[in-house]
């Protein structure tokens, strides 16, 4: 592993923490154009967002970071509707956040974007008036992402004297990847939604649960031991903020060992889940999708 150093940082996770930044180039793709210097939580939370930004649909959709995770993804067309969708996921988390766009910022997202208090605003270039508004908060950070690119390397995690690596996960998913397994079969509408929510499903740490409806995240479970808690917080994320869940489905990051998980989502309301298979009760998950008229995609 090597690269060359782009700067040192005031500190790292923790003030007791040092810490700097290093690329295999000269220069990093990204160009801060306003706001305080970057921090490590701030470079990390920044490459969270693009991986997940960079992966939506050209010039389409936005996240929305908090610790890494998204707390909210839209790609509803309409770019304000798209905020507001996105936000509208987890506007709590979302405070002191990250915003990610992948497309350039006009001067009326620049207005709603104001609105809220932010951290960083990412953005495949910026409108001159929209960064005019955005520099009136002083210490938000503004950052191009417009020659930032995502590509096939390899990623790294050190421990002790120990590294582990493996190749980046940026596969395109296509209908033609998955399968379903249920009696009932998907509307267009759904397939899209479900290959919209297990594309961020494999960005919210494991365990995993997204729930989405119109192309925009509802609910998103994260982080837990249990895949049932998961579960349980991506539906309680969606009560809470009382969204809209009609077409409502489900993605998991991995198989459900059992059909407790799925039960609870379905009793929420979802009418369609995408999941990995290779669980020894397959059968009894698909048995139980069957019987709840359910669509279920491996």
Known sequence: IYGNLIEKLRYGENPHQESAIYSKNKFLNINQLHGKKLSYNNYNDIFAAL???????????????????????????????????????????AFGG????????????????????????????????????????????????????LTERLKYLSFNEEILFQSEDLKTFKKGDFKTVS????????????????NICRHVKSNAIVLASNKSTVGI?????????????????????????????????????????????????????????????????IKFANQTDTVLIF
């Open 51 to 93: 991986k997940i930004s960079k992966s939506l649909p050209k010039n389409t959709g936005l996240v929305i970071i908090k610790h890494t995770n998204p707390c909210g993804v839209s790609t509803l067309k309409n770019k304000i509707e798209c905020f507001k969708s996105a936000l509208a996921c987890d506007p709590i988390s």
């Open 98 to 149: 990250i915003v990610s766009c992948n497309f350039k910022i006009t001067e009326k997202m620049a207005l709603e974007l104001n609105k809220i208090f932010l951290e960083v605003v990412i953005a495949n270039s910026f409108e001159s008036k929209a960064i005019k508004l955005l520099k009136k908060r002083k210490n938000l950070r503004l950052i191009d992402s417009k020659n930032y690119n």
């Open 221 to 285: 479970g994260s982080g837990q031991p249990s895949r049932l808690d998961s579960c349980k917080i991506a539906i309680d994320k969606m009560k809470k903020f009382n969204l809209n869940n009609n077409n409502l489905v489900a993605a998991s990051d991995a198989f459900f060992p059992f059909v407790d998980g799925i039960e609870k989502l379905i009793q929420s309301g979802v009418k369609a889940i995408i999941q990995p298979s290779g669980s020894i009760k397959d059968k009894e998950i």
């Open 183 to 198: 009696n009932k079969k998907p509307s267009l509408k759904q397939i899209n939604d479900l290959i919209f929510a297990f």
